[in-house]
């Protein structure tokens, strides 16, 4: 499985962006999809995620009701919508996919090693 990230980008505080992570290859085996983020110093940190099929979300407290994970499995691609932009939203975003665990966990799903396919990130700047 490989996973592209894009759109990133500069906004200005309350500003939105919208990140993709489109899947190639193997696609078919992946059974969830997560966001992380990395600011400059800082350690990388939970997005969000979902489940590749069905409707299991979870957020990270600090973006809950301004981000929305969605996906279009058409697309075979997963989207990040981030609304009401903040200067600490500021970093590195990554995609990454899990193709092992079978059911959605949403604990789990917030774990980095939980995940064993990584993007390159796209990066978001917020100024204020």
């Known amino acids: 499985v490989q996973l592209q990230a894009s759109g990133g980008g500069s906004v200005q505080a309350g500003g939105s962006l919208r990140l993709s992570c489109a899947a190639s290859?193997?696609?078919?085996?992946?059974?969830?999809v997560g966001w992380f983020r990395q600011a400059p110093g800082k350690e990388r940190e939970f997005v969000a995620a979902t489940s590749w099929r069905g409707g299991s979300t979870t957020y990270a407290d600090s973006v809950k009701n301004r981000f929305t994970i969605s996906r279009d499995n058409a697309k075979n691609t997963v989207y990040l919508q981030m609304n009401n932009l903040r200067p600490e939203d500021t970093a590195n975003y990554y995609c990454a996919a899990d193709n092992e665990r079978t059911t959605f966990h949403p604990t789990i799903a917030t774990y980095g090693i939980a995940y064993d396919y990584w993007g390159q990130g796209t990066e978001v700047t917020v100024s204020s």
């Open positions: 290859g193997h696609t078919s085996t992946i059974r969830s």
